[in-house]
């Protein structure tokens, strides 16, 4: 009988606490329910393209900027901005030389209907080419 209690209380706090670590570790975000960027090169070219997906309520801002990193600092290629309900995609190509590290940044504001900021968020892609 004991061992029967001893396993029953293991199974107990394995799973109080693996509810508590998973909701812990979950995102909040208000308004956002998907947010991607992705970073691609082809013939000298990058190609950048951001998406966000908010509620129907709000409203997102999206900015997706292509950056070099040069002697470990992180610099401005260009930027592309976009804005709009439900779904919103900000994209943009730009000539660059190969040799060097590159990271593609989506950044979005979503505001409500009184323009409130609500929350704000960004992904990052880096890739060598």
């Known amino acids: 009988m004991k061992k029967v ?3 029953i209380c293991a199974l107990l706090f394995v799973m109080i606490t693996t509810d508590v670590c998973a909701a812990a570790i979950k995102p909040m975000y208000t ?3 998907d947010l ?3 970073l691609s090169f082809s013939g000298g070219k990058a190609s950048c393209i951001g998406d966000v997906t908010v509620d129907e309520s709000y409203t997102a801002s999206l900015t997706v900027t292509l950056q070099r990193k ?3 600092v992180w610099k401005k290629v260009d930027s592309w901005k976009s804005s709009g309900t ?3 995609s900000a994209s943009g190509t730009a000539t660059v030389p190969k040799g060097y590290q590159y990271r593609v ?3 979005v504001t979503v505001k409500d209907s009184t323009g409130n900021t609500v ?3 960004s992904i ?3 890739k060598t080419y």
């Open 86 to 88: 439900v779904w919103v």
């Open 105 to 107: 940044v989506a950044s």
């Open 70 to 72: 040069v002697d470990s």
């Open 124 to 126: 990052t892609d880096i």
């Open 119 to 121: 929350d704000s968020a």
């Open 5 to 7: 209690s001893v396993i």
């Open 36 to 38: 991607s960027c992705s």
């Open 31 to 33: 308004g956002i329910s």
